[in-house]
């Protein structure tokens, strides 16, 4: 007996009573006569790369959701990294946010950067304004 998958979308089309009876009947003719387009089954390892696609997507997805709360949670507190870096959570920004994260003083934090990244921030008076340490100073964490 072979056995055929078809698309169930395809089926519908050809009947439009639904029930189970009508639906066999209407199928059996169809094959018979081949009218039926055989589905498209993938392979078992294609079936497991598109899965793993799909959950790749779905983690791209969630890193940047992640990253988007970062910037909305450091925007009202007056921080504004992207003076300085051009990625906040490249190698100097990450150092940045955990120098903030443990309560370092802004010299602490500074002395841990690249130099180029440290004549940026020094240079920027927006990035280190009295406003912005606020958090530094006070040793307020978020978590």
Request: proline content about 3%; hydrophobic content about 35%.
């Amino acid at each position: 007996m072979v056995t055929i998958v078809g698309n169930a979308r395809d089926m519908k089309a050809f009947t439009h009573k639904k029930t189970d009876k009508i639906d066999s009947e209407v199928i059996a003719k169809l094959a018979l006569n081949d009218m039926v387009q055989p589905s498209r089954v993938f392979p078992k390892n294609h079936r497991e790369y598109r899965s793993n696609i799909r959950l790749r997507h779905k983690l791209v997805q969630k890193r940047t959701d992640i990253k988007n709360e970062a910037h909305a949670i450091l925007a009202p507190e007056m921080f504004n990294l992207k003076d300085v870096l051009t990625d906040i959570f490249g190698k100097n920004g990450r150092e940045i946010l955990s120098g903030i994260s443990s309560g370092k003083n802004v010299d602490q934090i500074l002395q841990n950067l690249s130099p180029n990244v440290r004549k940026k921030a020094l240079r920027s008076e927006s990035f280190w304004t009295e406003k912005s340490p606020r958090v530094l100073q006070s040793g307020f964490r978020y978590v």
